[in-house]
């Protein structure tokens, strides 16, 4: 039903167009070469020469060239109003995508689940694509001040462009055709996307030297300790104690709180929030699958610490499940933090992918938890987020997803794989050169967790592997263990983004450390210069907003406190 549907909107199309152009054809025959046709001619001309010049330094700059030459008036728009033209048009295509997405699912009813689950998925995610895009035109707007934004707009953009890749990996295991009816949309988008990341540069005021384009572009400002998104009132929240800190709502399984249930009270918190509200989840385990949504604005958990709270659930791919739908509590909701809580996904390391926390959340913070899973523990999905004095256990790909995140002071364990698996810590998802996404490790503990210990010499262990083509992920001062691989990183599949990623490793200590023997690929880096590890601290790599100092959460801002 759908390919005699396509067929059918495909011959409309053709003979829609035909007709347009014969029609087009015809009337400029009657019309003779005059002082307005040749003005036309010129503008047109002049709109093609601008387009090339602003589609200067693009990776798809015809797709670009075509696209901005069709926009009317382009001599007079700067380049903050052709950016927004630009993104105007993406929002668009990706509004129909997500139609086209929606009446899939809708129409073809004998689907397995897991692509009606990667159809969901699809739909969700577009729509938050448009949220995204539609803020960055909103910080375009403000015209001579868009530079002020410029970090916003960076995270935006590459957050969109996330969503795109993460709808089609929700196809991974598919057995369907479904992905081909909306893989070309969407790399199409993408580009889109990828065209206004590199435009952006040419917005007045804004740095593209080239010490900059092989590191992290800046992750945000630090004061005393924490980036300055973690606002002042938030920080005195996370160091304070449970027994002295004020509670909206109480989460207690023995009925001595507001609620029984985490979810309950998740559904009772206000929406839009301007100012912080705090939910403390009293000690037991709750088997609960959350979802924090956008509404749920300024949002933060506070448990009683790790390992006494704790939110668990086991979905997988195995059992049906997408990567991105598999989470025992995902979170897309601005400003979230948590504290002293610990997540976990139980699935066991047979049943593949099954993540326990997923954070879409722009301006995110975790502080004193811990993620315990397998495969795929953690997944820092998208927007710019920072975890302090946390625990992360897992075997295979366990931090992964493209994320713009710092782990500071934090505890990562490998535990025991399944037979014939190697365990690799991290697995970042850097489509795009222009996107400022990575993941940066600082004065962490990279080491064995206790099943593993007995065992080590049956299982190799690895820093990373690269997911998508320019994965980027960097290890500063921490200490590595016995555990890791004299060649450190692992390939993906063959010479794939040998030569794109980047990865790094500045002054790491322990049996683990030796650098001699590491792979030696184009875009592996034995970071000597500090100033070029300084551009992966807290104070260079979260840029954008003020949010950390507020958050209570310690934090420096350099390479060490």
């Known amino acids: 039903m759908y390919q005699q549907l396509r067929r059918r909107k495909h011959l409309v199309a053709t003979l829609s167009i035909s007709l347009l152009v ?46 901005l030459s069709t926009f009317p008036d382009l001599h007079s728009k700067s380049m ?38 990667a159809l969901d998925d699809c739909v969700e995610l577009l729509d938050t694509s448009i949220a995204e895009l539609k803020t960055a035109i909103s910080d375009l707007s403000l015209g001579k001040s868009a530079i002020k934004h410029y970090h916003d707009l960076q995270t935006l953009l590459s957050a969109a462009m996330t969503n795109h890749y993460t709808c089609l990996d929700g196809f991974a295991y598919s057995k369907t055709n479904v992905r081909p009816h909306i893989e070309h949309r969407l790399q199409n988008i993408s580009h889109h996307v990828s065209n206004a990341l590199a435009m952006l540069r040419k917005l007045p005021g804004v740095s593209t030297s080239p010490a900059k384009s092989e590191v992290f ?80 604005t300024n949002l933060m958990f506070v448990g009683d610490g790790i390992g006494k709270t704790l939110v668990k659930g086991n979905r997988s791919v195995v059992d049906g499940w997408t990567t991105f739908r598999s989470s025992t509590v995902a979170v897309v909701a601005q400003g979230f933090i948590a504290k002293g809580i610990t997540f976990e996904n ?148 063959g010479d794939f983004a040998l030569k794109t990623l980047y990865y790094g490793e500045y002054k790491n200590r322990g049996p683990g450390s030796n650098t001699s023997a590491r792979v030696t690929w184009a875009g592996y880096h034995v970071i000597t210069n500090v100033t070029e590890a300084s551009e992966f601290t807290v104070g260079n790599f979260i840029q954008g907003a003020e949010w950390l100092p507020s958050y209570g959460i310690p934090y420096y801002l350099n390479l060490t406190a």
């Open 22 to 67: 014969l029609l087009t054809l015809s009337s400029l025959k009657k019309i003779p070469r005059s002082k307005e046709t040749t003005h036309l001619h010129i503008h047109l001309r002049k709109n093609i020469q601008i387009a090339h010049s602003a589609c200067d330094g693009t990776l798809y700059r015809d797709l670009c060239v075509s696209t």
């Open 80 to 117: 903050p109003e052709i950016i927004t033209a630009s993104v105007n048009h993406t929002v668009a295509e990706v509004r129909a995508s997500e139609i086209n997405c929606a009446l899939l699912r809708r129409n073809l009813t004998n689907l397995p689940p897991l692509d009606r689950r």
């Open 217 to 296: 572009p800046e992750y945000g400002a630090v004061e005393d300790g924490f980036p300055t998104w973690l606002r002042k009132r938030d920080r005195k929240l996370l160091q304070t104690s449970a027994n002295e800190t004020k509670y909206d709502l109480v989460v207690a399984k023995d009925g001595s709180g507001n609620y029984t249930t985490i979810g309950e009270a998740l559904a009772a918190a206000p929406n839009s929030s301007k100012t912080r509200f705090v939910i403390y989840i009293k000690a037991g385990a709750y088997y609960e699958y959350l979802e924090v949504d956008s509404k749920k």
């Open 346 to 493: 139980y699935a066991g390391p047979s049943k593949h992918q099954a993540v326990a926390l997923r954070s879409g959340a722009d301006l995110s913070a975790f502080y004193k938890c811990s993620f315990v899973a397998y495969q795929d523990t953690l997944y820092v999905h998208s927007l710019r987020q920072f975890y302090r004095e946390c625990d992360v256990y897992g075997t295979i790909d366990f931090i992964f997803g493209n994320a713009a995140v710092v782990f500071q002071n934090c505890n990562l364990y490998a535990r025991k794989p399944d037979e014939n698996q190697k365990n690799v810590f991290t697995a970042q998802g850097r489509e795009d050169p222009f996107q400022n996404t990575g993941i940066s490790i600082l004065n962490s503990k990279v080491e064995a967790a206790a099943d593993l210990i007995p065992e080590l010499s049956q299982f190799k262990t690895y820093l990373g592997r690269p997911w998508k083509e320019y994965s980027r992920t960097v290890y500063l001062l921490c200490y590595l263990g016995s555990l890791i691989d004299p060649a450190g990183w692992l390939e993906w599949d």
